[in-house]
């Protein structure tokens, strides 16, 4: 059973401190707020009073950290991380931080000859404290065996993103998606009601559709990631859909910000004769704005 440091005992480094120690794991945990530290010590879980002391003999350091500067502080300031961390132990950062912010971390602690996994998680706190998380980790193949055990404690799904700093990426794309779709979701149910449907059955009926299901499950895989823009749908139809739908929202008025820039992408790709395309052929135009290969 390893001895592992968690710095950071939050809404989600709380239940996952907790479910190291439901392994059977020592955790020293530490966070600047006195009740976060109580919280875990009533887990059996050793309150240390600094991220030095925390980090004294441990074989892992956790963060789980609001944002990178906390991170930094934890590691670099007086009775931090680097003070007392064993050039044997691995450093993990479980925080959502920009990945420029996860290599300099990194590249900072290379230079001192500590390892480092970046392993953001995705999913809820619900899914911290059932250890049902999804870990998007990042580092050296032997570095992420190594955390491989730990992880499986906080979580039922575990990707190894590619190499060092890719855990910090996909987390931060995941989330962009996600973020982005909350409001797509929020506009598309707020003109349903706004026209006088009920918005469960609105929900009901796009779960059977592209809409609810997502690109990525039913057009994206059938056509344009096959490389087969023949239309399925063909792209002047969707941009015409789409104008009537602006148009209902009009005359309810009911703002759709982000439907109606969707709207100007659909003519931008009509202006680059992708018209008569599958509808799925604004993934290619995306990747030819951004100078990517088709
Ligand atoms: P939180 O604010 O609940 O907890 C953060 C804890 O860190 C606090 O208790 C705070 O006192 C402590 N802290 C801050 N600076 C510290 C320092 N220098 N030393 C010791 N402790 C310090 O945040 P959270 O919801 O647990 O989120 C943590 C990270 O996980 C964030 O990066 C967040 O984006 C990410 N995340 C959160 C969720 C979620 O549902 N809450 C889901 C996925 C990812």
Wanted: proline share 4%; charged share 20%; aromatic share 4%.
């Amino acid at each position: 059973m390893a001895q592992i440091a968690f710095i950071g005992l939050g809404t989600m480094g709380l239940p996952m401190a907790r479910n190291l120690l439901s392994g059977g794991h020592t955790v020293s945990g530490f966070d600047l707020d006195a009740d976060a530290l109580a919280e875990h010590a009533k887990n059996w879980g050793i309150a240390a009073r600094s991220a030095a002391e925390a980090t004294r003999g441990a074989e892992f350091v956790i963060t789980m950290l609001p944002n990178a500067g906390n991170v930094r502080a934890a590691l670099f300031d007086d009775d931090g991380i680097l003070e007392s961390m064993s050039s044997q132990a691995l450093f993990i950062d479980m925080s959502t931080i920009h990945p420029n912010e996860t290599d300099a971390i990194r590249n900072s602690l290379q230079e001192r000859g500590y390892a480092m996994v970046d392993a953001p998680v995705g999913r809820t706190s619900l899914h911290a404290q059932e250890g049902k998380l999804l870990i998007m980790a990042g580092g050296a193949q032997s570095d992420l065996e190594r955390a491989r055990p730990l992880f499986e404690l906080l979580g039922d799904t575990i990707v190894d993103c590619g190499g060092p700093g890719m855990g910090s990426r996909m987390k931060i794309i995941n989330n962009f998606m996600s973020t982005v779709l909350n409001v797509l979701t929020a506009e598309a149910l707020t003109l349903a009601e706004a026209s006088g449907l009920e918005v469960a059955l609105a929900m009901r009926v796009m779960a059977g559709t592209a809409a609810g299901q997502g690109h990525m499950a039913t057009t994206y895989p059938a056509k344009v990631l096959k490389g087969d823009l023949t239309p399925a749908f063909m792209l002047d139809l969707a941009h015409k859909d789409l104008g009537l739908a602006l148009d209902l929202a009009a005359g309810s008025k009911v703002p759709v910000p982000l439907g109606a820039a969707a709207r100007e992408v659909y003519s931008l790709a009509r202006s680059r004769s992708r018209g008569s395309q599958d509808w799925t052929a604004i993934y290619a135009l995306a990747k030819e704005l951004a100078g990517l290969p088709e």
